[in-house]
């Protein structure tokens, strides 16, 4: 019996220690595959950034798409009007004209809730308006040259025309592109971003036509011997929409609130 009791038992509490081993093992190798690694972590981060560009790219789609079908429509709703002015006698021809030419004005305000989820280029839109306003003001000075040969004789009232023509002309150029820099980037931030693009836009028509007013009044006053009112409506008429456009463009310079 003595024998017996001091045997070392042999069964559950012998495999103890070993048991123990393996269930720490089995532990210590779970907790390392829950630990995250770099590769992971760049894989979740990646994921997690993929999603909100995805989203963006499918609401640019859609913007896309709304934005070709209100273009799409409104050129083909002025190349009707053109080709059906081809056909019409002289009145109402210089009507559907008219027509085709106050919805190409009107263009910006058709395409506005577009603005925000297309947006213009910054770059673009500035740089073809800059370029086209550089011919123009070409154009002023040389009307001013044109203007000094235009009559049979050199008069004084030729010279008086072209000083203020050159003059005018090298005011705009200042006035655009430098007090007012209309030809900077132009970055479309929400809805008063897009309200201050379409401001910048269509503060160029008073412009053109300003110019267009001034070169022709120019040539038109340095060719008479006595100015008349016509030529003098010209050119006071350039003389007051260059202002006004400039004055238009600098608003839209503001910061958008």
Do not use: C, K
């Amino acid at each position: 019996m003595h024998r017996h009791l001091g045997r070392r038992p042999v069964g559950q509490h012998a495999l103890q220690p070993r048991s123990h081993a393996v269930g720490l093992s089995h532990a210590a190798w779970q907790q390392a595959d829950a630990q995250p690694t770099p590769d992971s972590l760049a894989g979740r981060q990646a994921g997690a950034d993929a999603q909100p560009r995805l989203q963006r790219d499918a609401h640019l789609l859609v913007g896309a798409h709304g934005l070709f079908r209100a273009y799409a429509s409104l050129y083909l709703l002025q190349a009707a009007l053109w080709a059906a002015s081809a056909v019409l006698p002289p009145t109402p021809r210089l009507v559907l004209w008219g027509l085709a030419l106050s919805l190409d004005l009107a263009s910006w305000w058709w395409v506005a809730r577009y603005t925000t989820t297309v947006r213009p280029h910054p770059e673009h839109l500035p740089e073809r308006f800059g370029l086209f306003t550089i011919i123009l003001l070409g154009e002023g000075i040389a009307s001013v040259v044109h203007a000094l040969d235009h009559g049979t004789e050199l008069h004084g009232h030729a010279v008086a025309a072209a000083l203020g023509g050159v003059a005018l002309t090298f005011a705009t150029w200042l006035g655009y592109f430098e007090v007012t820099r209309a030809h900077d980037e132009r970055q479309v931030e929400g809805a008063a971003g897009g309200r201050n693009l379409r401001l910048w836009a269509y503060g160029h028509v008073p412009i053109y036509v300003g110019v267009f007013s001034l070169a022709a009044g120019t040539v038109a006053m340095g060719g008479e011997a006595a100015w008349a009112a016509p030529q003098i409506l010209l050119y006071v008429a350039g003389i007051a929409l260059i202002p006004l456009g400039l004055a238009l463009l600098r608003r839209a310079a503001r910061p958008a609130h």
